[in-house]
């Protein structure tokens, strides 16, 4: 490219290359390494635009290695490097808990056991919020400990009880369960009447963890540093409408069905869901045929 200022001898003189060399060079046909690494390149920046410019090394090689490439991770970040991709990183989520000295909270049923053998035995709740031009937009959501999976959400432009009752109505219509155990923090919407009637009603089991501990709900608090990291902390929304649209798309668009996660084998929600339904069929199928 500098050939319009300089000539091949003197170029040839100053980098210390022979001219035969520096033509046989040019006539060299790309290694077998280059065009395999230009095909990974292209798949890789495919991966990163799909998963909404957030996924960094690992959740980039789990997509590779689904779709059977055999690739290294040093060998995916020495590619990402080259061509100026990354990940988002997360940032430590503020708490927003206020709690009503006059309402009993309920036992705490956890004690920080997060972990679940199957779907809809644990689901943690939790609010935030999410800043807009118009002022904030308060979301409410209720996720399955066992897949990771919203299951439940809300949003309003108030803190008022009815959006955590909003949340839980949802994921009581999609899952139907039976005597799952909600967790939550001692907030007021939380310890409310109308909540714990809510609960008493439908069969299910609130918890509530210590007041100011975030280690007594810090899977909730995980989502909501990946839905500020990965939507809130890359757009400036100027009416709650907008927050709303692009809340709705992260949750049910790309973070239950596409996004991977790490403490699943980085595989998505609904994907892991999936498996284990078909794991529990194969084996009910061969109890039935013995």
Same mark, same amino acid.
């Given at each position: 490219?500098?050939?319009?200022?300089?000539?091949?001898?003197?170029?040839?003189?100053?980098?210390?290359?022979?001219?035969?060399?520096?033509?046989? /060079?040019?006539?060299?046909?790309?290694?077998?390494?280059?065009?395999?690494?230009?095909?990974?390149?292209?798949?890789?920046?495919?991966?990163?635009?799909?998963?909404?410019? =957030?996924?960094?090394?690992?959740?980039?090689?789990?997509?590779?290695?689904?779709?059977?490439?055999?690739?290294?991770?040093?060998?995916?970040?020495?590619?990402?490097?080259?061509?100026?991709?990354? !990940?988002?990183?997360?940032?430590? /989520?503020?708490?927003?808990?206020?709690?009503?000295? #006059?309402?009993?909270?309920?036992?705490?049923?956890?004690?920080?056991?997060?972990?679940?053998?199957?779907?809809?035995?644990?689901?943690?709740?939790?609010?935030?919020?999410?800043?807009?031009?118009?002022?904030?937009?308060? %979301?409410?959501?209720? %996720?399955?400990?066992? !897949?990771?999976?919203?299951? !439940? /959400?809300?949003?309003?432009?108030?803190?008022? =009880?009815? %959006?955590?009752?909003?949340? %839980?109505?949802?994921?009581?219509?999609?899952?139907?369960?039976?005597?799952?155990?909600? #967790?939550?923090?001692?907030?007021?919407?939380? =310890?409310?009447?109308?909540? !714990?009637?809510?609960?008493?009603?439908?069969?299910?089991?609130?918890?509530?963890? =210590?007041?100011?501990?975030?280690?007594?709900?810090?899977?909730?608090?995980?989502?909501?540093?990946?839905?500020?990291?990965?939507?809130?902390?890359?757009?400036?929304?100027?009416?709650?409408?907008?927050?709303?649209?692009?809340?709705?798309?992260?949750?049910?668009?790309?973070?239950?069905?596409?996004?991977? #996660?790490?403490?699943?084998?980085?595989?998505?929600?609904?994907?892991?869901?999936?498996?284990?339904?078909?794991?529990?069929?194969?084996?009910?199928?061969?109890?039935?045929?013995?």
């Amino acid at each position: 490219m500098n050939q319009a200022d300089h000539s091949v001898s003197t170029m040839c003189r100053v980098l210390g290359v022979s001219r035969s060399g520096y033509y046989a /060079w040019r006539k060299r046909l790309p290694s077998v390494r280059s065009i395999e690494d230009e095909r990974l390149t292209q798949r890789i920046e495919a991966i990163h635009e799909e998963s909404r410019g =957030t996924y960094g090394v690992p959740r980039v090689h789990a997509e590779l290695i689904e779709a059977d490439e055999r690739v290294s991770r040093k060998r995916i970040a020495r590619l990402m490097r080259d061509c100026g991709l990354r !990940g988002v990183c997360r940032r430590k /989520w503020v708490t927003t808990t206020v709690r009503n000295a #006059h309402d009993r909270p309920a036992p705490d049923l956890v004690d920080r056991d997060f972990s679940a053998a199957a779907p809809n035995e644990l689901w943690v709740a939790d609010i935030t919020f999410v800043p807009t031009w118009e002022g904030f937009l308060y %979301l409410a959501v209720v %996720l399955d400990v066992f !897949g990771r999976r919203i299951v !439940g /959400w809300s949003m309003a432009n108030h803190l008022r =009880t009815a %959006l955590v009752l909003n949340a %839980l109505e949802m994921a009581l219509d999609q899952r139907k369960p039976n005597g799952v155990i909600h #967790h939550s923090d001692q907030g007021s919407q939380y =310890t409310s009447i109308a909540f !714990g009637n809510r609960c008493k009603k439908a069969g299910v089991r609130p918890s509530m963890g =210590t007041v100011g501990d975030c280690f007594d709900n810090a899977m909730c608090a995980s989502f909501f540093a990946t839905l500020e990291c990965e939507l809130i902390d890359r757009v400036v929304f100027r009416t709650r409408q907008e927050a709303r649209l692009a809340v709705f798309d992260f949750i049910e668009g790309f973070y239950n069905p596409k996004r991977r #996660h790490s403490s699943i084998g980085y595989l998505s929600p609904v994907n892991f869901e999936a498996r284990w339904a078909q794991t529990q069929q194969s084996h009910s199928g061969e109890l039935t045929s013995k």
